[in-house]
């Protein structure tokens, strides 16, 4: 009698088995070693292409401390995040709320044309706005402004360490509406309407109904948005500054990202691009961490 349960508790195991094993096996060989084995290298002094590697202990790590770089990366990284979430999240966030709470006609081409840039490569994003950024006569952006001059603009929008970050920062934030737009307007299309017929007929204006019913209805998937926003920024910056100025002019526009490509890819010092790629990490779960927790609130069920 003890045989059968026994049995079918085996096969469950089996089956549940048979869909996690995958996963932890890509998750393993993509995630976890690569993870451990660059925290490994990070100990050690290595070229990234000689078959020696020196054991150094801390020492990239207490290079880091001393290394001026590394701090303005830091900054960068965090300036870039910021910006990215009070910008990215207010447009998406009006975006979202007009084309599914107003009278807004052909919705359905707004949300093609907003949605576009995230269809399109980095590459080529990196490449359209260096081109706006034009200091000669191709610059479109110097264009435009030569308009509403006495003489023609030739700022060097991505050459001048006082301009360059707030340069790259309009792409990235340009890139990057459309995605979050569409996650909210589909939180917000699940809120029913009749909460807003009641809220209307007790007097509420659009901006008590958006502050009291549409925020707090859709504050998860906002949640959701600012993080993303955190983690993609934190570890993915590194192309659009290689693309736009390769950390220049002086440094001025490195980040963690495109600091360890330079040092483990251009310089070959692995061993420090690795700690720097520690260093990331870190940042990155400590971030995701802490706005996890400023950001909880309780949820609020339809």
Known sequence: MTAKPTSHRLRRSLFILGFILPTFILFSVITAYPMLRGLYISFFKWSGYSGNMSFIGLDNYKRMLKDDIIGTAIFNDYFLVFWKVVLILAIATFLAVA?????????????????????????????????????SDIGFLNAFLSLFTSEPVTTVWLGQTNTAMWSILAPAVWAGIGFYMILLMAAIMNIPESLYEAAGIDGASRWHQFK???????????????????????????????????????????????????????????????????????????????????????????
């Open 99 to 135: 084309l599914t709470r107003m009278s807004v006609k052909r919705t359905g081409l707004f949300r093609v044309i907003l949605f576009f840039p995230n269809l399109i490569s980095v590459v080529v994003i990196g490449v359209l706005w260096r081109y706006i950024y034009n200091p």
């Open 212 to 302: 009291h019913i549409t925020i707090p209805l859709i504050w998860e998937q906002m949640k959701v948005s600012i993080i993303h926003i955190v983690i993609t920024t934190l570890n993915g910056s590194f192309i659009i500054i290689f693309l736009m100025t390769e950390g220049g002019p002086d440094n001025s526009t490195q980040v963690m990202g495109s600091y360890l490509y330079q040092i483990g890819f251009q310089q070959y010092h692995m061993g420090y691009a690795s700690a720097i790629g520690v260093l990331i990490l870190t940042l990155t779960l400590i971030t995701s961490l802490i706005l996890n927790r400023l950001l909880k609130r309780e949820t609020i069920e339809m």
